[in-house]
């Protein structure tokens, strides 16, 4: 089985397709599109939807290739019975009608992926109702039966659900590969410390590496 090797820090990531899922935490329109939850909580929507293009890019070539893709989407149920207390608090409006639908609501024209990274029919499309993707999700049977063991990690925040995806995935043992382009927080500043925190003491929760360097290794 071909393996690959990107040049990443803190050091090398080696992994072969087999064994290796792509996730794309949360391109949901609420946190890409003017309109959306993002906005709504305060925050310019073009320090995300820029990443757009390079994780189309990333995508392609793991279908390419055969990866595993895995899309999650964070939302609730219509009704909102399954909004923690706490998050119906402090989440910033979940439920309320924004431009695009009841923001981060199951169904709604907002709660979908962008029309630029729609899914295909073969692709895993994973609704979580926390930042964390193994939170009250079947993400850990799906990756058990397909036998994965490594993690490229792309989305968005970068400082909330995909760090908060990041270790909960270091946790249960697998090796997560965070793409540094594909990534974005609406404060750049997060988007770097989180890169800095996955990496740093030798790999604590994981890889950084941009986007090329993978692309790159598969075409060796
Ligand atoms: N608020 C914020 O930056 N992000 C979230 O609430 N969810 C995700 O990161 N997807």
């Not at 639908?101 to 979580?128: A, C, F, M, S, T």
């Not at 990534?183 to 989180?194: G, I, L, M, N």
Request: hydrophobic letters at 35%.
């Amino acid at each position: 089985m071909t393996s690959y090797k990107v040049n990443a820090k803190p050091y090398e990531f080696e992994f072969n397709n087999d064994s290796t899922a792509l996730m794309i935490i949360d391109m949901q329109r609420d946190f890409l599109y003017p309109g959306g939850f993002g906005e709504k909580l305060g925050n310019d929507v073009s320090a995300t939807n820029k990443i757009i293009p390079n994780v189309q890019r990333v995508l392609e070539e793991a279908r390419e290739k055969g990866l595993l893709v895995i899309h999650t989407r964070e939302g609730h149920r219509p009704d909102l019975t399954d909004v923690p207390v706490s998050k119906a608090k402090r989440g910033g409006g979940i439920g309320e009608v924004g431009p695009m639908g009841r923001i981060l609501v199951r169904g709604e024209y907002g709660h979908d992926i962008v029309d630029e990274l729609q899914p295909k029919e073969n692709e895993v499309v994973l609704d979580k109702p926390g930042k964390g993707a193994f939170y009250q999700t079947d993400l850990e049977s799906i990756l058990r039966n397909r036998n994965i063991k490594n993690l490229i990690v792309t989305g968005v925040t970068t400082h909330v659900c995909v760090q908060t995806t990041i270790r909960e995935a270091n946790d249960r043992g697998y090796e997560c590969l965070m793409l540094e382009d594909c990534c974005a927080a609406f404060d750049p500043k997060d988007h770097e410390d989180s890169i800095r925190m996955i990496n740093q003491q030798g790999g604590i929760f994981g890889w950084t590496a941009p986007s090329e360097n993978l692309l790159s290794a598969w075409s060796k």
